[in-house]
């Protein structure tokens, strides 16, 4: 079978045509929770570093049984932090090393992204975090600007605001401020009851459905725009003074 000859031009076509259309490439992972299951697509191509962290930790199992531990209602759903032991006892899940911030995409309402520590912008590890809002503003240029890597169905994303419904209570002074727990209430709290793993908000398991960069229908990530004029920002701002430091130093030369 003979190819059809194309002309240069053609050929930029063909190569230029993903990008044409709008579509992006995309591992497809799902989310098996005991409040519904859902898709996610993740942005291989665009954010290959941080993907491939998360993806290190989905095919170690290190997911697997952890539990939503942060839930801010108008704001993000957070988890990949602390997983359900069979003694219903909460252990921290063991980091792989720190990544590099990939911060390319904007944190839309339904994107999840990358949790670090504050201040460091290079420190994202294990934890994540859904946008139940539209968070650009504040998280987009926040500590390096927050990496976005993947966008949630709508099927995920109407769990996900079930989610910041349930209850949340601080179950300690450091960690778990925020953690969201089901059928149970401040009354339950105020009595002594015991929290089982049936109150907790549980990732049963995140597994790949779909590792042939497929493309979730309307998958339209928004650029990162207000992390990149920073960045403008600050170059210019460093030209300028570069141009400011040459100008004097001429000027002192003329008197030499």
């Known amino acids: 079978m003979r190819w059809p000859r194309l002309t240069i031009s053609g050929w930029i076509l063909l190569g230029l045509w993903p990008i044409l259309c709008g579509s992006a490439q995309a591992t497809v992972v799902m989310f098996k929770t005991n409040m519904g299951d859902f898709e996610v697509n993740l942005y291989d191509e665009s954010v290959p570093t941080t993907v491939s962290n998360f993806l290190s930790y989905v095919q170690q199992g290190q997911y697997d049984n952890t539990i939503i531990h942060r839930a801010i209602p108008n704001f993000i759903i957070q988890g990949g932090g602390f997983y359900l032991t069979s003694e219903n006892q909460l252990t921290a899940v063991s980091p792989h090393a720190d990544i590099v911030n990939e911060p390319k995409f904007s944190n839309v309402r339904g994107t999840i992204a990358m949790a670090k520590r504050a201040d460091e912008a290079n420190s994202a590890s294990h934890q994540w975090f859904f946008n139940i809002a539209d968070n650009s503003v504040v998280l987009d240029r926040q500590n390096g600007g927050l990496s976005v890597f993947g966008q949630v169905d709508a099927q995920g994303l109407a769990i996900l605001d079930k989610m910041a419904q349930e209850a949340i209570f601080n179950l300690d ?84």
Do not use: C, M
């Open 173 to 256: 002074d450091k960690y778990l401020t925020n953690t969201p727990l089901r059928n149970y209430s401040a009354q339950d709290a105020q009595d002594g009851q015991t929290i089982t793993t049936t109150n907790y908000i549980v990732v049963e398991a995140v597994v790949v459905v779909n590792s042939e960069l497929a493309t979730l229908d309307g998958q339209q990530p928004v650029r990162n725009v207000l992390r990149e004029q920073q960045q403008q920002t600050t170059h210019s701002g460093a030209i300028a003074w570069l141009l400011l430091l040459v100008t004097l130093f001429a000027g002192r030369q003329r008197y030499i």
